[in-house]
Structure formats: structure tokens, C-alpha cells
């Protein structure tokens, strides 16, 4: 066997100490300061939620607010049993009345379910969401219909990603045969997603 050789390096090494590197931008710093300071101002953001007390009124709309922004606080801060537990009494024992906060819900309890490792759980949560879809936000039809296919297949159940496939498709063709512009599916969704950040930063749920 032959000796490895370390005298030089070869045309195709590196000198690692004779590397510079590129001119950076003034722009490039500020953008990283920036990112640096939202992040910051994320978490601040979340853990002032958390300390938050429980709100002493017996209002299940204002517990519902909390526990929804509570949360959120969380999974930012990246505690996905936190945001479950939460999330969990936000559904069962203080849904909200309205029904597009309520199945804004549901997509997120059943998020948070499938994080854990609990598909056949998150799945049922999915499902019973699009249930209660109204034609006014029928765009929700599309996110419920993406996960339960998606769990679908976590469960290896293929024939119910099939079906999955299939509605899916049927209510993708609908949605685009009422549809004003290229991008009315995506203001729906992106709308939706919008009050939702809302809540976490502004109240606005």
C-alpha cells in the first residue's frame, strides 16, 4: 500500500488559508440585522404571550382567543406539545362560533396532531373539518383535502389517498370553473393565512 502524500496540494485541493472572501454589501449586513431582529422580536413576542394569565371571565370566545394565541406563542417557540395542548382546548372545550376561525382551527389542531406522530388522529381531525366547509370559504376544501391524502398515505392506506386524489381534483375543477382570475385559489388560502398570523401579533381573531 502506498503512503498518502501531504507535500503540496494537488490542482483539484483547496488552500483553505489563501480563500477571501467576497466583498460583502452594506445591504447585506442590514438585511441580516434584520432578520436577526425580527426573530427576536418573534420570540419576545411569543414569550410575553405565554405569560399571559388565563383570563378570568367565563366568555368561551375570550378563552378561545387565548388559548388560539397561546398556541401560536408556542410554536414559534418550537414547543409542539405546547401548541398541541393548547390547540386541543381551543377545539374541544372552547370552540370559537365563528365557523371560519373553527375550521381554521381544526387545520391547525390537526397539524399539531400529525407532528406528534398521531396521522390516523390528525386525519379524523381533517376530516371532520371539511365537513363543515360553506361554499363562501370553499378554498379550504383544497388544504383539507392536501392533508387527509397526505395522512393518507403516512397510514400506507392507498386506496383512501386515491379517493383522497380523486375528490380533491373534482373540488380543485370546481373552484376553477367559478373562478374570476389565475389567482383566486391562492387570495383564499393566502387570505385565511393572513388572520391567522393576525391573531398571534395583533388580536386580530
Not at 70 to 88: I, P, Q, Y
Request: with cysteine; proline share 4%; aromatic share 8%.
Amino acid at each position: 500500500m502506498s503512503n498518502p502524500s501531504f507535500a503540496l496540494p494537488g490542482k483539484d485541493e483547496v488552500d483553505v488559508e489563501s480563500v477571501k472572501a467576497p466583498p460583502r454589501d452594506v445591504r447585506d449586513i442590514l438585511l441580516v440585522l434584520s432578520q436577526a431582529r425580527t426573530d427576536k422580536t418573534l420570540i419576545e413576542k411569543a414569550t410575553k404571550i405565554l405569560a399571559l394569565p388565563v383570563p378570568s371571565a367565563n366568555d368561551k370566545e375570550v378563552l378561545n382567543h387565548y388559548y388560539y394565541r397561546r398556541a401560536a406563542a408556542e410554536e414559534v417557540l418550537a414547543n409542539s406539545k405546547g401548541a398541541l395542548e393548547s390547540l386541543k382546548k381551543t377545539v374541544i372545550e372552547f370552540p370559537s362560533s365563528n365557523v371560519a376561525l373553527r375550521i381554521d382551527e381544526l387545520f391547525q389542531y390537526s397539524q399539531q396532531e400529525a407532528l406528534r406522530g398521531n396521522a390516523l388522529e390528525a386525519k379524523k381531525i381533517s376530516e371532520q373539518g371539511l365537513t363543515m366547509v360553506p361554499q363562501s370559504i370553499r378554498g379550504w376544501k383544497l388544504s383539507f383535502g392536501r392533508q387527509i391524502v397526505r395522512y393518507c398515505l403516512v397510514l400506507g392506506d392507498f386506496d383512501c389517498a386515491k379517493t383522497g386524489l380523486n375528490t380533491l381534483e373534482n373540488e380543485y375543477s370546481n373552484l376553477v370553473s367559478v373562478a374570476r382570475n389565475a389567482n383566486y385559489l391562492h387570495r383564499i388560502n393566502w387570505e385565511l393565512g393572513v388572520e391567522a398570523t393576525r391573531a398571534l401579533f395583533f388580536g386580530g381573531r
